[in-house]
């Protein structure tokens, strides 16, 4: 069977499932060169797959289904995919338990809502985001700690596990599939979501940063817009004003946040344009 595949390095785990069922990776859709799709590039280049950088036409769509392709698979691709009514199988792929969590930023969501679970669903795709029939899905258990990052990982190893599954009784799962029913919708997290302020207490910082991850926070350290994309934090009493610079040298810098101490490697920070 044909693949055309719609993603990023998030879920590339996924293709090495596709080719170990001997199915052809034909076309593979992804963002400009960077960190976050350089692991799909490769795949490509290694496997001679055609790439597209673009955002996913209809004409282009028809055009794969008439040269074969058989199967859309999307994994935090962000762009709508137009699905042609003669195209046998589209499966998506969403890190929570549909159809809970529906949503652009589940991840750092699930982070910030303190939520129990994750989870890993495989559902058809249809012309609404997240909201065709459920396929497959298993649940992820949250740690106390969670981040984004580990999340991240958890997921990649669990996706295609799943995906394997899925692919051995793929016109099973597809004809048996379960009508997705109520759940919720988390809308995109805004800049305010990823901004921390430093009069917030250390608890509400630190699931800030554990939610967003390398992704990173924004916060203003001495009148200047910063990223920052890792930290370590304590609770400490003080009567230092929150944003206090405790100590700044090329290694780190320490801040007062309202009952503790924020502690970010220079590594991790990074000046940004407002």
């Known amino acids: 069977m044909k693949i055309a595949y719609f993603g990023y390095n998030a879920f590339s785990s996924c293709l090495d499932i596709f080719e170990h069922h001997s199915h052809e990776l034909a076309f593979i859709f992804t963002g400009e060169s960077s960190p976050h799709t350089d692991q799909i590039i490769a795949f490509a280049e290694r496997n001679s797959c055609e790439l597209s950088f673009g955002k996913p036409s209809q004409t282009h769509m028809e055009a794969l289904v008439r040269d074969g392709v058989e199967c859309f698979f999307a994994a935090e691709y962000p762009w709508r ?47 609404k985001f997240d909201d065709g029939d459920i396929l497959l899905q298993e649940p992820i258990a949250l740690g106390a700690n969670e981040s984004f990052d580990s999340l991240s990982s958890t997921l990649a190893i669990k996706a295609p596990e799943l995906l394997n599954k899925l692919l051995s009784d793929l016109h099973g799962y597809y004809q048996n599939s379960t009508l997705q029913s109520g759940g919720s919708h988390w809308p995109k997290l805004s800049r305010e979501d990823q901004t921390v302020h430093w009069n917030a207490s250390t608890a509400t910082i630190s699931r800030q940063l ?11 350290i001495d009148d200047q817009t910063c990223l920052i994309t890792a930290a370590e934090w304590e609770l400490h009493s003080h009567s230092l004003h929150p944003g206090t610079i405790l100590s700044a040298d090329t290694i780190a810098l320490v801040i007062a946040s309202s009952d503790g101490f924020i502690r970010i490697p220079r590594k991790n920070l990074f000046s940004v344009t407002p």
């Open 81 to 127: 995919i137009p699905i042609p009514i003669s195209l046998p199988f589209a499966i998506n792929v969403h890190p929570t338990m549909l159809p809970h969590g529906k949503g652009p930023t589940p991840l750092p969501s699930l982070i910030l809502k303190e939520s129990e679970y994750s989870g890993v669903t495989l559902h058809k795709m249809t012309s």
């Open 210 to 220: 554990r939610a967003f991850g390398s992704l990173g926070v924004y916060s203003e």
